[in-house]
């Protein structure tokens, strides 16, 4: 009995140390924007984290999806309304990979022919930067 008692109080102490530390040890993520009318979608576009959010994070920032569907490309999507209130919806789908992650965020409004994604703002803004260096293209 008395050596239960003594492995006790090397053990509990020892539990709660490593459990501390694992707590410590994780990392703050950037949240996205949340969809909402106020907020420009450009905005929310190329400033939404892709590859970082996994779905639960999605879930406790942007509360449960309308909708969840399977995409044409085979991944999973989660789909969320903004503006309803006043008659004019602006539609997000967050798309997850197979990993559990958001890879893309699609957005459509009546703005918009066509809709666009944070993948194609993201990678267009890294372009911007070379297309000035390279000179105006074929069409300016």
């Known amino acids: ?5 003594k492995w006790g109080y090397v053990v509990l102490p020892a539990l709660m140390l490593w459990a501390s530390a694992s707590f410590a040890d994780v990392s703050k993520k950037s949240m996205p924007p949340t969809f909402s009318l106020e907020s420009h979608p450009r ?10 959010i996994n779905t639960q994070d999605a879930f406790a920032h942007h509360g449960g999806p309308i909708r969840k ?12 309304k903004a503006g ?5 919806p602006s539609i997000y789908v967050l798309e997850f ?6 890879i893309d965020v699609l ?6 022919k066509f809709g666009h994604s944070a993948l194609q703002y993201q990678y267009l803004s890294g372009l911007e ?10 069409d300016k």
């Open 84 to 88: 309803e209130e006043v008659g004019v």
């Open 97 to 102: 990979s197979n990993e559990d992650l958001v």
């Open 107 to 112: 957005h459509k409004d009546h703005r918009y």
């Open 69 to 80: 569907e399977t995409l044409p490309n085979g991944n999973q999507g989660w789909l969320y």
């Open 129 to 138: 930067l070379e297309s000035r260096t390279l000179g105006p293209g074929p």
């Open 1 to 5: 009995m008395n050596r239960k008692v």
């Open 43 to 52: 905005n929310i576009l190329s400033n939404y984290p892709l590859g970082v």
